[in-house]
T-cell receptor, first 115, second 111 residues
Framework: DSGVTQTPKHLITATGQRVTLRCSPR?????VYWYQQSLDQGLQFLIQ???????AKGNILERFSAQQFPDLHSELNLSSLELGDSALYFC??????????????FGPGTRLTVT | QKEVEQDPGPLSVPEGAIVSLNCTYS??????FMWYRQYSRKGPELLMY????GNKEDGRFTAQVDKSSKYISLFIRDSQPSDSATYLC???????????FGKGTKLTVNP
């Protein structure tokens, strides 16, 4: 158990809908990273927040947004969902703003299915 | 061309075999190299990391980096059924905050 929690575990929704995925980082970690894992693209970095502020952006679509709250939990919002958004969404946490190779811990993921 | 290429397999070996997993990359800016293991329906967990060319050993696992060839490898000795998982290579460019992953190789070790 990495100490990173994600809810829900599974989500099934229809095209055009909006969903929110939630992540709670490990105790003491201030950085939260979001990743998308699909069969086509593999595991791709979406966005990083550190202590409430956006720090780095990857291949995140404009239909997607994230935020980190004062209690350090983070939410990833996905809107106008398309079939291609079906994937596993992982969050990871680490203590520092800068990515250090051995300090990032992944949560168990949320499996999103868009029908 | 993707920045990081990894053969997705699947790879099936008998218990006790030596397993070799590989990734190639195209950008010489990558400085930090990692291998993650991902069991089915779980998040990736870090197995090994290195930032220099050469070998790094940890128990049955050896990570090898050849920066001149832009090639990294993970060797698993005396493979066990519990090693059955997907193995992902990952890299970070110097000064970047972004992990770039290979697509992963699915390994099955048969008892």
């Amino acid at each position: 158990d990495s100490g990173v929690t994600q809810t829900p575990k599974h989500l099934i929704t229809a095209t055009g809908q909006r969903v929110t995925l939630r992540c709670s980082p490990r105790s003491g970690d201030l950085s939260v990273y979001w990743y998308q894992q699909s069969l086509d693209q593999g595991l791709q970095f979406l966005i990083q927040y550190y202590n409430g502020e956006e720090r780095a952006k990857g291949n995140i679509l404009e239909r997607f947004s994230a935020q980190q709250f004062p209690d350090l939990h983070s939410e990833l919002n996905l809107s106008s969902l398309e079939l291609g958004d079906s994937a596993l969404y992982f969050c990871a946490s680490s203590p520092r703003p800068k990515l250090v190779t051995n300090e990032q811990y992944f949560g168990p993921g949320t499996r999103l299915t868009v029908t | 061309q993707k920045e990081v290429e990894q053969d997705p397999g699947p790879l099936s070996v008998p218990e006790g075999a030596i397993v070799s997993l590989n990734c190639t990359y195209s950008n010489s800016a990558f400085q930090y190299f990692m291998w993650y293991r991902q069991y089915s329906r779980k998040g990736p967990e870090l197995l090994m990391y290195t930032y220099s060319s050469g070998n790094k050993e940890d128990g049955r696992f050896t990570a090898q980096v050849d920066k001149s060839s832009k090639y990294i490898s993970l060797f698993i000795r005396d493979s066990q059924p519990s090693d059955s998982a997907t193995y992902l290579c990952a890299m970070i460019k110097g000064g970047s905050e972004k992990l770039v992953f290979g697509k992963g190789t699915k390994l099955t070790v048969n008892p």
